[in-house]
């Protein structure tokens, strides 16, 4: 399986990590640039990375760009945003068919280039963005923020967390807000990109078939990023106690009610009992044997799906659920009765093992994903964490009933939020 | 035990295959230095069939709407509890799906993958029903159901579906309503279960970096422990559907920050199987790439006027009895988005398609349709409903090679008429 990977340097703060295998058809690259999670720059991120593929210097229009990526026997482009813990993660990301199985050689060069001219080389007007590109651009943006309340049950997990954490970072989301995309121009726009290239980190993962030497040559000669000081982003804070629960509902016209859980792990991923805690959650609320998928959905019929699960970089552990109005109280009651069982250590060596197995199932899984492993190597990148996928494994596997008690002992219950239909009462 | 073979030299893929005397076929795909194995039973049943004849009894039956979906759900039950517990203690994730013409019943295991294909393959065919179980499963697919009916985007696409059929199930939702479901009884999942769950009407599909004589000789000995079941011709009775749509427009209001739409062509070249059915599906999805795709100039037009954003998306079905394209997104005005899509397709008509747009989608698609067989997942997935409509998915890479313009153009005449083209809107309440 996988070993530890050497990244290369590339320049300062630069880094090149090239995972090498020929199971796939396709080679993966993968460009992540790490930014701190701030209002005053989330939105002009998330703009970027649709302001960007809009053209380059060679191809001045999205079509353009994509006629030549077609040409690359369909090369798939992306750039988005997402956010680990306070960190606000831009990525692009480019996969091309492997030469192997075509009639053209070179592909993966060819597509190096491409993806260097739209990170590097973007189409400009007069020294700064194409003022109509931005105009569009901040038009999608706005419809997809606005968007969010479309897909209820990321919505209602969305708003928990804003709530809960409304005077910390991570309650920003990764796409910004629409006040702050009104005032954001192709002059500051251009401004904001010329500074976030130079200061980022950047990480580089290649996954395909080819070794280590060819890849780095390729990547020097076509994919230039500028080395120097970079921008070092903090370690979030995570240490905190609710005084009271706080209760919040939102009135939609739904049909289903959503409701969603947020507490406070207050234990640190570097902790020693961070993997008993994902155990606990998985057993908690990890999949179809889950204590709250047995007791909830199975013994009591209140609903179809039910989760928990950790989120690493800010030590909370989120619930949720889709209900009928009127069971709010009824499963509220029982899902901090099963949370309470857990703690006291109401679970069998059975429980343990499968949610063990579970864990350890879909981190083998990865390996079967080119972005997934990408993504399993980042993490371990940003939390500073020279864990292999079996050195983690192993510890999984190491884990005891009385670590996963004990890392229970500090979840608080924080926030409690309701997504429910516009009638009075309940 | 003769094994087949069908290879692919374009992918570097072969398929193995045995016919058992029951008439079950299993297939069996090599999936070297892959972590995960992946297998799923699956049934030539879905929402669709909800109207047959069982020649032992001779009359029409008509089940509740919902219902193969329900029977999904509780093949899950065992006298002992539920199956689930038995994949968890294995570290698998075990899980099932039911859509318009297919249920699935399917895993994915880094470990123990005998233990875990034995547990599918017995759990498929030991039904086990008791009235209790129906009715407590009652409330959790209403709740299903209830988070379908907050989807805008399932509720636009069976609006369109709504709007194009007047006869076939297919406009009927797949898990049904809450009403229906609360008809179905323990008797309607056994009638439906010794109909549809037969050896013939089923295969098993495996694929991972497995041995192939040990996965036939496993699954050989297996089932054959299994009771045999009385072997009934199943008589499916569908409805004669018109060419024509049922009307132009539908519109529904919910929680939605802005209209999305679909806009679908109703297909009336239907009744083809095999290679016939994939030639027409392949250039459907050569002619929308074409034409709606993010290199075609319709879709510059159309992004550039603010008319559709980056969820602009399409699709095409294709069914032995029925099909449609479905073209999808967000939009302040959808039906601005419609007349510029049908004003395009009149001039395309005119014009004619162009030569360089369909070598260079093609070439596109092949690359593309390269990259899904990293996926096991998707291999499996798409091999099962191809091979219920009798097409072989290995072909399809060969097909794509092949298919000529003239067939493309063709296709393209004939299917997008704006007589058979219908517009779902959802708008924000």
Redesign the interface.
Same mark, same amino acid.
């Given at each position: 399986?996988l070993k530890r990977l050497a990244p290369i340097e590339l320049g300062r703060g630069v880094h090149l990590h090239v995972i090498k *295998?020929? $199971?796939?058809?396709?080679n993966l690259i993968r460009v992540y640039l790490q930014r701190p999670l701030e209002k005053e720059e989330v939105t002009k991120n998330a703009l970027l990375t649709?302001v960007l593929p809009r053209g380059t210097e060679r191809f001045t229009?999205?079509?353009a760009v994509?006629?030549e %990526?077609? !040409?690359? =026997?369909? &090369?798939?482009l992306s750039s988005d945003v997402s956010k680990k813990g306070e960190r606000n993660i831009i990525q692009f990301a480019l996969? %091309? &068919?492997?030469d192997k199985?075509?009639e053209e050689k070179g592909v993966f060069e060819k597509g190096l280039s491409i993806l260097n001219e739209i990170i590097h080389k973007p189409h400009l007007q007069e020294g700064k963005f194409h003022t109509?590109y931005v105009e569009?651009e901040k038009?999608?943006l706005k @419809?997809?923020i606005?968007?969010?309340? !479309?897909? $209820?049950?990321s919505y209602a997990l969305d708003r928990c967390i804003e709530e809960m954490c409304s005077d910390e970072k991570f309650s920003l989301y990764e796409y910004g807000n629409v006040e702050d995309l009104k005032k954001i121009s192709a002059e500051s726009l251009y401004e904001h990109y010329q500074n976030i290239i130079g200061t980022s980190k950047v990480d580089i993962f290649v996954v395909g078939d080819m070794d280590e030497a060819t890849v780095e040559n390729m990547v020097r000669q076509h994919l230039n990023f500028v080395s120097g000081d970079k921008l070092f982003v903090e370690r979030e804070e995570i240490q905190r106690s609710p005084a009271d629960v706080k209760k919040v509902e939102d009135k939609?016209?739904?049909?289903?009610g959503k409701l969603t859980l947020g507490y406070r792990t207050n234990l640190p991923f570097e902790s020693e009992l961070y993997h008993p805690l994902v155990v606990f959650s998985n057993i908690l609320g990890g999949?179809?044997?889950s204590k709250l998928f047995r007791n909830i959905? @199975?013994k009591e019929? %209140?609903? =179809?799906?039910i989760f928990s699960r950790i989120e690493k970089f800010k030590s909370l552990m989120m619930i949720s659920s889709?209900? @009928?109005f009127d069971k709010y109280d009824k499963t509220v009651e029982l899902v901090g009765k099963q949370l309470e069982e857990m703690k006291n250590g109401g679970f069998t060596t @059975?429980d343990i093992?499968?949610a063990?197995?579970?864990i350890? *199932?879909?981190m083998?899984?990865m390996?079967? *994903?080119?972005s997934m492993m990408a993504d399993f190597y980042y993490t371990q990148v940003v939390s500073n964490n020279p864990d292999s996928l079996d050195e983690m494994i192993d510890k999984v596997r190491k884990v005891t009933k009385e670590a996963i008690i004990a890392s229970s002992k500090q979840i608080e219950l924080d926030t409690i939020y309701f997504l429910r239909d516009k009638k009075e009462g309940r | 035990m003769t094994i087949q073979t069908t290879s692919s030299e374009l992918l570097h893929e072969t398929i193995y295959s045995i016919e058992r005397s029951d008439g079950l076929k299993v297939f069996f795909m090599p999936k070297e230095g892959y972590t995960k194995q992946y297998a799923v039973f699956a049934t030539n049943y879905g929402s669709n069939d909800s109207k047959f004849k069982i020649a032992s009894r001779g009359e029409e039956i008509c089940v509740p709407d919902g219902i193969a979906h329900f029977l999904e759900h509780k093949l899950f039950e065992q006298p002992e509890g539920s199956v689930f517990d038995k994949f968890s203690e294995l570290g698998s994730s075990v899980n099932a799906y039911t859509n318009f013409t297919s249920t699935c019943y399917l895993f994915s295991s880094t470990d123990k993958f005998y233990e875990n294909l034995k547990l599918l393959l017995d759990f498929v065919r030991e039904p086990y029903f008791t009235d209790e179980s129906v009715e407590k499963e009652k409330g959790i697919i209403a709740q299903e159901i209830r988070m379908y009916e907050d989807n805008p985007n399932w509720k636009v696409f069976f609006n369109a579906l709504k709007a194009m059929y007047h006869e076939h199930p297919v406009k009927i939702d797949i898990a049904g309503t809450v009403e229906s479901i609360h008809k179905i009884t323990k008797d309607d999942l056994y009638t439906c279960y010794n109909t549809f769950y037969t050896p013939r009407n089923m295969i098993v599909f495996i694929v991972g970096a497995l041995d192939k004589d040990e996965v036939f000789d496993f699954v050989d000995k297996t089932l054959n422990n299994g009771k045999k079941k009385e072997e009934a011709l199943i008589q499916r009775i569908y409805p004669n559907e018109p060419d024509a749509i049922v009307k132009k427009e539908i519109e529904e209001k919910l929680s939605v920050s802005m209209p999305l739409f679909n806009i679908a062509f109703k297909d009336v070249d239907n009744g083809l199987h095999g290679r016939e059915l994939l030639a027409k599906d392949i250039s459907t999805r050569i002619i929308l790439e074409m034409l709606f795709g993010r290199s075609s100039e319709l879709f510059m037009k159309l992004y550039e006027e603010g008319l559709i954003n980056d969820s602009f998306e399409h699709e095409y079905t294709g069914e032995i009895d029925y099909g449609h394209s479905m073209l999808g997104g967000e939009s302040k005005n959808p039906h601005e988005v419609l007349n510029k899509i049908l004003d395009h397709i009149a001039l395309m008509k005119e014009k004619g398609l162009s030569q360089d747009d369909f070598d260079r989608i093609r070439k596109k698609q092949m690359g593309q349709h390269l990259g899904y067989y990293n996926s096991i997942e998707f291999i499996a997935n798409t091999f099962v409903p191809y091979y219920f409509k009798g097409i072989s998915l290995l072909d399809y890479i060969e097909i794509l090679k092949e298919i000529s313009f003239e067939t493309v153009s063709e296709r393209f005449r004939k299917h997008f008429d704006s007589d058979k083209c219908v517009i779902s809107v959802i708008r924000p309440k």
């Open positions: 399986m *295998t020929d $199971k796939f058809k396709t649709m229009t999205s079509m994509s006629k %990526l077609e !040409n690359l =026997y369909g &090369a798939s996969q %091309l &068919a492997n199985y075509l109509q569009q038009d999608n @419809e997809r606005e968007g969010r309340i !479309n897909d $209820k049950m939609m016209d739904v049909s289903q999949g179809p044997n959905r @199975e019929s %209140l609903c =179809y799906y889709g209900i @009928e @059975e093992e499968s063990k197995n579970s350890i *199932t879909s083998r899984s390996t079967d *994903t080119p | -």
